[in-house]
């Protein structure tokens, strides 16, 4: 009678062993959220993700299925993952929680990190005098399963060629329209709202789709301006970088109060649901 649990108690040791083996980073975040910056198929492709998400427990899975062919039952994930857990949160009380950001993160030095989300761990150093790829050897930011890559940059373009792409002909909302889009790749300022508006068939919501993919790339490119849901809608705003409302005729005073303090910087807070 006591063998499945003696098999269970020895598998759990085993898969832990192949982690530890991999030698992962693991923190909790600015949110007390555990996560695992973990070396995906050792060629340098870093990843990071929260420690109770699908990613993770398919690695985990990956990792006992090479090694001797085994698919690890539920147990042992559980049991695995509460020791990932507990290793996260003694790192955080001696190294202190690691602020984690969305698409684009200040340097510390004056420039930016902007994420390629390409799967590999990729970021675009930018400074000053220069931009180049990268592969960051600390965890910069956190990921959603509904952000698209980044195309892999080239050398020589101009910012002005998007406009070939809009349905802007005015020369001052051009300039307008640039500017804006240049400012949403500075961190940690205050970015201006995009307000298109225009008739029927004049493009809006194609000048929406362009400065998305630009700056923001998603499954999901617009969005339906949820009035009713608060709470959704902060998720929304919360879940990517930018973005964007189609078609939205008006705003409530509640609506463009949260839009302003989105902004801004306001924060929310939700009691976690029972799992």
Request: charged share 30%; proline share 5%; net charge neutral.
């Amino acid at each position: 009678m006591g063998k499945p649990d003696d098999e269970n108690k020895t598998m759990t040791h085993r898969l832990g062993r192949l982690v530890d083996d991999t030698n992962p980073f693991l923190y909790r975040d600015e949110r007390k959220e555990s996560y695992i910056f973990y070396n995906l198929d050792g060629s340098g492709s870093n990843q990071n993700r929260p420690i109770d998400s699908s990613d993770v427990e398919d690695w985990l899975t990956g990792l006992l299925i090479d090694d001797e062919d085994m698919v690890p039952n539920s147990e042992t994930i559980l049991n695995v993952r509460r020791r990932l857990r507990a290793k996260a949160y003694a790192n955080t009380r001696i190294r202190g929680s690691v602020k984690l950001y969305n698409r684009i993160a200040p340097d510390g030095d004056g420039g930016l990190y902007l994420d390629m989300v390409d799967g590999f761990g990729s970021v675009i150093h930018v400074n000053e005098n220069r931009w180049r790829m990268d592969k960051p050897e600390k965890p910069i930011f956190r990921n959603y399963n509904h952000q698209l890559p980044l195309p892999d940059p080239l050398k020589g373009g101009k910012v002005k060629e998007i406009l070939a792409f809009v349905n802007i002909k005015d020369r001052y909302n051009q300039i307008l329209y640039l500017s804006a889009l240049i400012c949403c790749f500075i961190p940690k300022i205050e970015h201006p709202i995009f307000n298109v508006f225009g008739p029927y068939g004049s493009g809006k919501s194609s000048v929406l789709r362009v400065a998305k993919t630009f700056i923001d790339p998603s499954i999901t490119d617009l969005l339906i301006l949820n009035k009713k849901d608060e709470k959704e809608l902060i998720k929304n705003l919360d879940d990517s970088y930018c973005v964007f409302f189609d078609n939205i005729s008006y705003l409530t005073q509640d609506i463009s109060d949260l839009l302003c303090k989105s902004v801004t910087g306001a924060g929310f807070s939700v009691r976690r649901l029972w799992t």
